[in-house]
């Protein structure tokens, strides 16, 4: 079946823009992830979204960072007045429910120039 | 908070060599564990994962990883490697288990970059 997918691939964007990244999960998955894959600091949680549940947060590195989920699907990252060191690769992962092991998205690309 | 060291950075090796790449991880309660790779151009794919039982997991491609509990390890172990074996590898770990939240996040290694020479 089909697998995660994120929009757009790639993004570039002016320092100071704000940008809108989405996440279509795995159909019937209901727990949703967002992570950010940046050079020298690996893979970093982001926001974490199961169900109707209340997300959890605690990864957003700054306010300007904001998620949601629609209808317990489709999700959007939004970045807010985006900085250079907002680059980078930022990643999408559903699971079946939070006990089950995630799959990820390729990924969008964001460039802040 | 939890966190994840995989002590090799960069791995170059000869096709037909054997691999162990270390991955330790610092929470003591129950947890579980997973080793993701990524190939050249292509996303994060899982390679195998310990919930629970047999310490000694096999995953796909002949990849397979010990949980070790006293030593809080889950190295990956592979006989021998294939060109095709040339990717980054992740170790990730999920807990505690049963806490909502927090709990639910993997927290990654740095990676490991794997080369296989012919």
């Known amino acids: 079946g089909a697998g995660v997918s994120q929009s757009p691939s790639n993004k570039v964007t002016e320092k100071g823009k704000d940008v809108e990244l989405r996440c279509d999960p795995i159909?019937?998955?209901?727990?949703l992830y967002w992570y950010r894959q940046s050079l020298g600091q690996g893979l970093e949680f982001l926001i974490y979204f199961q169900g109707n549940s209340a997300p959890d947060k605690s990864g957003l590195p700054s306010d300007r960072f904001s998620a949601e989920r629609t209808g317990g699907s489709v999700s959007t990252l939004t970045i807010q007045r985006t900085q250079q060191e907002d680059s980078a690769v930022y990643l999408c992962?559903?699971?079946?429910?939070?006990?089950?092991?995630?799959?990820f998205g390729p990924g969008t690309r964001l460039t802040v120039t | 908070a939890q966190s994840v060291s995989q002590h090799n950075h960069h791995v170059i090796l000869s096709e037909a060599a054997s691999l162990e790449l270390g991955c330790n991880y610092s929470y003591g309660g129950t947890v579980n564990l997973f080793w993701y790779v990524q190939y050249p151009g292509q996303h994060l794919q899982l390679l195998l994962k310990y919930f629970s039982g047999d310490p000694l997991v096999k995953g796909i491609k002949g990849f397979e990883a010990e949980f070790i509990k006293s030593k809080f390890s889950f190295n990956l172990r592979k006989p021998s490697v294939q060109w095709s074996d040339t990717a980054e590898y992740f170790c990730?770990?999920?807990?505690?288990?049963?806490?909502?939240?927090?709990?639910?996040?993997?927290?990654f290694g740095t990676g490991t970059q794997l080369k296989v020479e012919l």
């Open positions: 990730a770990v999920k807990g505690p288990v049963g806490v909502t939240g927090g709990g639910n996040k993997l927290t």
């Open positions: 159909s019937g998955h209901t727990a």
């Open positions: 992962a559903s699971s079946l429910w939070d006990s089950y092991e995630q799959y």
